[in-house]
């Protein structure tokens, strides 16, 4: 079963950093284009980032160029999203999905497997 577990929310200031961690549980991470989602209450989930997993090519959304970083540790099987000067609108529940297909996209309807949620909360 594919199933993506994510870890790594919680609270912090505006202006700090949080490292979330996408797990792959029953598949290999490196088979699957991999997106970062994330969901306002009340609204549709939102693309802020993916990677390719054919040539490790990302995309990220324009509120978050320059302060989210995806990566991916092969060995440990695992994604990771790294957030730093975090805002107060980038509160939400993050998501990570996987998908096939030639290259990632932010589209989340494009992704077929996805994992639990992790709440990120930026306040003072």
């Known amino acids: 079963q594919v199933q993506p577990v994510e870890s790594g929310g919680g609270l912090v200031q505006p202006g700090g950093s949080l490292r979330l961690s996408c797990a792959a549980s029953?598949?290999?991470?490196?088979?699957?284009?991999i997106g970062w989602f994330r969901q306002y209450p009340g609204k549709e989930r939102e693309g802020v980032s993916c990677i390719t997993t054919s040539d490790d090519t990302t995309h990220y959304r324009d509120s978050v160029k320059g302060r989210f970083t995806i990566s991916r540790d092969n060995a440990k099987n695992t994604l990771y999203l790294q957030m730093n000067s975090l805002k107060p609108e980038d509160t939400a529940i993050y998501y990570c999905?996987?998908?096939?297909?030639?290259?990632?996209?932010?589209?989340?309807?494009?992704?077929?497997?996805w994992g639990q949620g992790t709440q990120v909360t930026v306040s003072s």
């Open positions: 029953g598949f290999t991470l490196d088979d699957y284009n």
């Open positions: 999905a996987a998908s096939y297909g030639y290259r990632c996209s932010l589209r989340p309807y494009e992704y077929a497997y």
